[in-house]
């Protein structure tokens, strides 16, 4: 028996705050190589706080033109396309963040080859994963589901069932190489973003959690979107909450599951239907 895909749809809307600017930018940028209070692929924002206190404009220069510190390090990327003004505000994120903090000592274990039994909450990984752009985002859910988040384009890539990642080789690499997918991958979303096809401009705001459970927050064509994923209650698929303001009607085309057990599907919304409304995936 073919479990179709499931719409509910109501014209409740949700007003979309925006999220704190150097914090989307820091998220996108930086969380893959930064954490607060410990190494990572770079030092932490602590030490970084230590270091440029005084010195915003040689912050600023430092990301622009980066060079090599630390013998045993990947040097630093330029983020010169990111622009001063927001580098400046990002310098002011860093103080704000470090503030009151000490560094952790590296404990020699990778933190993200955690067996999945030990994942009780969601947890929200920034991380360079396959098969998708440098701004990928990892979400393990509770259960044994993860996905994969671009937020370059602002959209799923994948759900996996497993593990979580294997990130041993991208720290022993120094960044010079990706995570690895622990487990087997469910769902590959089409090539065209879920919402709005193709069309329209992108800009990713960030994200905020409750209970630890990401929803992700961007716009796209003149429409501003929260996306929420949540695993469904038996285990079987993924619920994908939307709440839309600014909604215009919707063509939604959802590939079918890998292993599939429901069939690829297309669904038409009105601009009324689509400020609110949710999908959900079964693959099994």
């Not at 963040?97 to 039994?117: C, I, L, M, N, T």
């Not at 990892?138 to 759900?159: H, K, N, T």
């Not at 993924?238 to 292993?259: H, S, T």
Request: aromatic share 8%.
């Amino acid at each position: 028996m073919k479990h179709p895909i499931t719409l509910t749809a109501s014209v409740a809307l949700l007003a979309v705050a925006h999220a704190d600017e150097p914090k989307a930018v820091f998220q996108v940028q930086c969380a893959a190589c930064h954490a607060v209070d410990r190494v990572l692929v770079g030092p932490s924002l602590v030490e970084i706080a230590g270091i440029y206190r005084n010195n915003p404009e040689g912050f600023v220069q430092w990301c622009m033109k980066p060079g090599r510190k630390r013998l045993a390090g990947i040097e630093m990327p330029s983020m010169a396309a990111v622009g001063e003004p927001t580098l400046r505000q990002l310098h002011g994120y860093i103080l704000k963040e470090a503030a009151g903090k000490k560094e952790q000592k590296a404990s020699g274990v990778d933190p993200f080859g955690v067996p999945r039994a030990q994942v009780r909450r969601p947890r929200v990984q920034r991380m360079f994963l396959p098969d998708a752009s440098p701004a990928a985002i990892a979400v393990a859910l509770p259960g044994d589901l993860s996905y994969c988040f671009d937020a370059s384009e602002c959209r799923l890539r994948y759900v996996w069932k497993g593990g979580f990642l294997n990130a041993s080789d991208h720290w022993l690499g120094n960044g010079s190489k990706q995570a690895s997918i622990d487990g087997e991958v469910l769902y590959r979303e089409p090539a065209f973003p879920l919402i709005g096809g193709s069309e329209g401009t992108v800009r990713f705001i960030g994200y905020s959690t409750k209970d630890g459970l990401p929803s992700f927050r961007y716009t796209r064509g003149g429409m501003q979107v929260v996306e929420t994923i949540r695993p469904l209650a038996d285990g079987s698929g993924i619920e994908r909450a939307f709440e839309i303001e600014n909604a215009a009607p919707l063509k939604i085309e959802v590939a079918a599951p890998a292993r599939a057990e429901s069939s690829s599907g297309s669904l038409a919304l009105t601009a009324a239907q689509a400020k609110s409304f949710t999908l959900t995936l079964r693959w099994k």
